[in-house]
């Protein structure tokens, strides 16, 4: 063990040196790194199940495949599991709960009825571990939301129980935020949209601003609460037409100073996130990002280490943007272990935005600005083969979390003792 660390610190030493030679310091990039929060989603714990019991299937076009073993059961279980991934995460994070998972001590309160007292615990929690809570109303999973319509519903009925739904989400969101000392992000998504070529375009798009108005309409301390709106481009069920599209809320979140979340399996597979990036913030002052991984379509792999991912975090610190976007993972595996699958996604995303922080970005702008496109295409190659890897494990050392593989080690443990116990 002492032999291990004393490893680390030998090559971070070593990396730190390789790294100065291009101007870059590790040691501004690691403390830069540890203010950077991400956004854990509940629902890789239980895939996309929530504590209602409603009888619903999840709908709304989600798609969770695989039954492997040992899902959370009880909010108890989920927290436990939270608590596992987070011990092997390095950093300060937060948590993205959706209001399914209200706890309701086995009565039925109808997503129209949800208060914060419903999420008492989550705060409470939250509060005792230090972690930083966001928010996001559930237009799925229930009898009201199966046509596949919600606020943009031709039955006004319908449409008010939704915006009834989504006002009581900004006032827990408000509520969280205020408890918890820090801004709670509630996003609102909506699976609304036609499987084949629908004849009016127009009406429900009319009707979605509508509903968004009467959910907005009271102002909140933006303090306590932020509103984000997430666009997508199709679902399972919406191939033809979303309500909600880029251009919708593109626009709504400019003229009505809103969050815009940018979800990265919500686009064309050849459209990527960071090139949206530098656009968007052009127009809004903040974004949400849902980090996803779509293959071929929005299918919500674990997040990996991919180019798309070093891309975005690239454009994050090239931009300066960190005190304007906050990182949100968005994604469901229900065929592998599920503390694994949340660990392994965070864990690249902070991969990824070390790997920028430690871009040497001087020289590579000064090659840019020279015209000098051959060194710059030169240097962004070399740069992939600095040892970043030397400067994680260090991170994560000092963290007092594994650094390399080992905390797999304890995710097995967990599943022997605590997850294969599960029926
Ligand atoms: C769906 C959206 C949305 C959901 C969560 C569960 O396509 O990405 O963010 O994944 O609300
Ligand atoms: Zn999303």
Redesign the pocket.
Known sequence: MASTKRNIERAYLLAQKQYAEWGVDTEKALRRLQSIPISL?C?QGDD?GGFERLGSELG???AVTGNYPGKARTPEELRADLERSYSLIPGRHRLNL?ACYAETEGRKVDRDELAPEHFRNWIGWAKSKGLGLDF?P?F?AHPKADSGFTLAHPDPGIRKFWVEHGIRCREIGAAIGKALGTPCVT?V?I?DGFKDTPVDRKGPRERLAASMDAIFARPINPRHNLDAI?S?LF?IGSESYVVGSHEFYLGYAVKHNKLL?L?A??FHPTEVLHDKLSSVLMWVDEVLL?V?RGIRW?S?HVVTLTDELEGLAQELARGGYFDRVHIGL???DASINRVAAWVIGCRCMIKALLLALLEPIDALRRLEADGDFTGRLALLEEARTLPFGAVWDRYCDAAGVPAGAAWMEDVRRYEKDVLSRRS
Do not use: I, M, Q, R
Request: net charge negative.
């Open positions: 989603h629902w996309v709304g076009g989600l959706h996001n559930t799925f996003n998504w699976p997430e997508k679902g979340c979800d399996g919500h849902h996803s929005d919500d968005d994604y469901f």
